[in-house]
Each structure stands twice: as C-alpha cells, then as structure tokens.
C-alpha cells in the first residue's frame, strides 16, 4: 500500500499544479490500475470542480458596510471611555475624602437623595471596590451627574465584589429603591434563562427620547418601567446624561462586559 | 508604501492605514464568512464583526505576521465562535420545542447554521453547503482558506499556526471526506464528464 499512499501524497500536488510531467504520467499509470486511487482522484476533481460554483457574489457596498461598522464601534469606545474617565475622577474625590473608612457598598451605590448613611451601607469582603457609599452621599447633592459618574465606572469594578443580601437597615423602602420583592418581579418577568449582568434603577429626563433610542419599555413590573439593553447601549445612553440617579443592583447573571445586558427600571 | 511604515502606522491605530487592510482582505473574509454561515446578510455581520474586532485590537498587534494574515486568523476564529454560538441558540429552541410537546419538526429559519441550511440553489451546492457545514472544525478551517479564499499554503501555516504537512494532510482528508458526502447524497459526481473515466464499469 506505499504505492497508493504515494499517489494519494501526490494528488494535492496535482491539482494543484505543481507535478511535473513524469510526476504526472505515473501518477496517471497508477490509477489506471488503481480502482481506489482512482475512484479518490475522481472525486477530489469532482469536488474542486462543484466548489467553483459555490455561490461567491461580493456584496457592491461590502466596504462601506464594514468601515461604518468600525466607525460606529470606534465612537462607541470613545464614549465608553469618556463615561470611564468621569467616573474615574469622581472615585478619585470620594477616596480621598473617606480613605480608610473601611465599609464597602456593594449592592447599592447611588445617588438616592433623601437617604442617610446608615441605610444604605452594606458590609462587604470585596476587595478592590474604590467606592464608599457615603461618598456617594457627599457627591450626590452637587448634580444629577454625580450619581452618573460615581456609577457610571462601578461596573468595571464588578469582577471583585460579591453579591451581598440587601439589607436596608432602617426598613424603611423608599421609593427611590428597589426592594427584595422588586427585584424578584422583575427579573422572573422575563425569561428564566435569560442573564442580566445587573439591574439598574434610574431617571430620564425625556422619556420620549429614550423610547426614541429603546423602544418600548420590554415590561411593566410593578409600576416601574423595565428596558433590557445591551452593554454598550446603557453607556452611551449614561454618557448622554439620558439616565440619571442610577442605583445598580447585582444579579448573579453575567459578569459587565461588552455583549452584557443590563435591566435599566424607570422610577416613573 | 514600505510594509514597516505601514505596520507602524497600523499599530498606532492610523485610520487611513487600516482602511487599507481592509480593502486587502474584506474580498475573502467575506467569502469565508459567506462559507461559514452559509448565507449572505450573516456573512456581513460576522465580517463585520471581524473587522471590528481588528480595528479594536490593533495595539496588540505586533507585526510578528503580516497583518493579512494576523486579520485571517482573527476571521477563523470569529467564524468558528459565530457558528458555535448560532448552534448554540439552535439547540435550546430545540428543546423548547421538545418540551413543549409539539411535534414541530425542526424547521430550518433562513438563517440557520445547521448543517440543513437551507438556499435557493442548484442541489449540489446545497449538498456541498451542507457537507462543509458539517465538516469538523479543523478540516473545515484548511478547506475554507485553501478552496474557498485560495490562499497560498504558506500563508494558511501562519494563519493557523500549523505546519505544512498538518496543512496539507488535513485538506486532503477534508476534500476526502466531502468528497464521500456528496457521493453518499447521491447526486455526485454528476458534473464530472464521464468520458474521464476509464474502464472497469464502475457504479457511482
């Protein structure tokens, strides 16, 4: 069986063109008394022949569709990036003025306004978060924008914090959170398979517009509005300053990444 | 223009040098999407998304390939996970169906990946579709590049990171292996003329 495996060597050579002349005929003198190479070299010849009139129409706009693609995923960054550096220079304030003060929120950072301290903080083992919800409390006074920057960057921050139970310590459930029960409603609202790297209760100041660039809310859970939308989508819109006062809340579901979703809940 | 300032330019992310690389490559990568997903407003998105993902990783590029080849590698990879990923979704609206106890055969959307895609055209594509659809990854890679893209073997080495004989051995069985599945359909090799065979009546 050399012979053959030989021949069988050569066949790509063949049809590729690269046998000379002598490679050629005795290759041909095999497979005449070779039914096996044979029938192999008939079907390769076969095959290149049917793969040729596959069907290979290049699009005209080909190119134009794929650098608007690129341009459109190039601003995207740009305002990702420009969303990161505010929040980035908002955490950079809240740790200098509470360096040291040791507790860590995890579930809600926010910029609830009518909230003390103590409610809102939750005790927590993450590591890295650079965020202390009393500096939010700080900054939330100052604008609207400051709930946005303050969170705005906490998603980044999400690989090291693990989900703490929410506890709010005065009991008290104000309208400007979300409760244990909210959150079940609306996550079992949608499908059970389905995974949100967080929800997200915020404002808009124009529902219009951001009906305009969502659509319709997916669902009415308990009076709130609920939009799922992707990663990229929330943070442009964050950047835009059409969502504010956002309070994030994790799920177990995916991790922030790009491709992620993220339940945005309206207060009104 | 000298391939050194050219890579450096790309490196540092220059958008008149990359609009280059993609004048030199989107011809194929869309034809090896267009082979991949087996339609054409899929083959788009996913070269779409190829080309993205270049343009984003361009400071990581190092120019230790040329960067045809380093966007090639990125298409094989982003072509393998797209389909693994439409597969994927495939499978659980399958089970859906499953559990929900409806009889529903698997019906095959315009836009599946399953190796039934479907297309108006002549039996043997759909048959050839199908067969390279179904191929293991590793054949179907060598085959796509070398058939389809008609890339030299030199530069599917690089791209895949594999030596000749691996390159050469797996599109062998890969032909081979087609070859029998559209043998087994039946319908080939109908365009073979038959005045090429010799002797020994054989019986397709």
């Known amino acids: 069986m050399g012979e053959c495996e030989r021949i069988q060597d050569r066949m790509l050579d063949y049809f590729d063109g690269k046998l000379d002349a002598d490679q050629v005929r005795a290759m041909k003198r095999h497979l005449e008394s070779c039914e096996a190479c044979r029938t192999l070299f008939e079907d390769m010849e076969a095959l290149l022949q049917a793969e040729k009139t596959l069907p290979n129409e290049i699009p005209a706009d080909l190119h134009e569709q794929i650098m608007g693609a690129v341009r459109w995923d190039a601003r995207l960054a740009r305002l990702r990036a420009r969303a990161r550096r505010r929040a980035w220079v908002a955490a950079a304030c809240a ?6 003060a040791g507790t860590v929120s995890v579930l809600r950072l926010g910029a609830a306004k009518s909230q003390d301290n103590a409610s809102e903080m939750i005790t927590s083992d993450s590591a890295a978060s650079e965020f202390n919800q009393s500096a939010t409390q700080d900054t ?31 009991g008290t459930k104000s309208e400007m959170e979300l409760s244990e029960q909210d959150l079940d409603a609306i996550v079992t609202a949608f499908e059970a ?21 969502c659509g319709e809310p997916a ?10 939308l992707e990663a990229d989508i929330f943070e442009t819109l964050l950047a835009q300053e059409m969502l504010l006062d956002i309070q994030y809340y994790e799920t177990d579901g995916q991790s922030y990444e790009e491709g992620a979703q993220v339940l945005v809940v309206l207060r009104s | 223009m000298k391939t050194e300032t050219f890579v450096e330019k790309l490196c540092a992310g220059d958008e008149k040098a990359f609009e ?38 361009l400071r990581h590029f190092k120019g230790e390939s040329t960067p045809e080849t380093w966007v090639y590698r990125i298409a094989v990879n982003t072509a393998v996970d797209f389909v693994r990923r439409a597969a994927r979704i495939n499978e659980t609206s399958l089970n859906v169906c499953d559990d929900s106890g409806e009889e529903k055969q698997m019906d095959i959307p315009d836009h599946s990946y399953s190796p039934e895609a479907a297309a108006e055209r002549m039996e043997l594509n759909e048959a050839l579709s199908r067969a390279i659809a179904a191929l293991p990854e590793e054949y179907r890679q060598v085959l796509i590049l070398r058939d389809i893209n008609n890339l030299p073997y030199a530069r599917i080495e690089e791209i895949l990171r594999l030596n000749e004989g691996t390159v050469k051995s797996r599109l062998f069985r890969a032909r081979v292996k087609l070859a029998d599945a559209l043998r087994a359909g039946g319908n080939f090799p109908a365009c073979t003329s038959s005045n090429k065979r010799k002797g020994g009546g054989r019986n397709g």
């Open chain 2, 20 to 57: 280059k690389l993609v004048k030199s490559c989107e011809k194929r990568v869309y034809l090896l999407a267009l082979r991949y997903t087996g339609n054409a407003s899929d083959a788009m998105d996913l070269s779409q998304e190829v080309f993205i993902k270049a343009y984003r990783g």
């Open chain 1, 140 to 170: 939330e006074s100052d604008s609207p924008d400051s709930g946005e920057e303050s969170n705005g960057a906490t998603p980044q921050e999400d690989g090291d914090m693990e989900s703490a139970t929410q506890d709010d310590a005065d």
């Open chain 1, 219 to 228: 669902v009415q859970v308990e009076g709130f509005s609920v939009f799922v």
């Open chain 1, 95 to 100: 740790c200098l003025i509470l360096f040291g």
């Open chain 1, 193 to 213: 398979d389905t995974e949100y790297a967080c929800i997200v209760l915020c404002d808009t100041p124009d529902l219009g517009d951001l009906k305009a660039v």
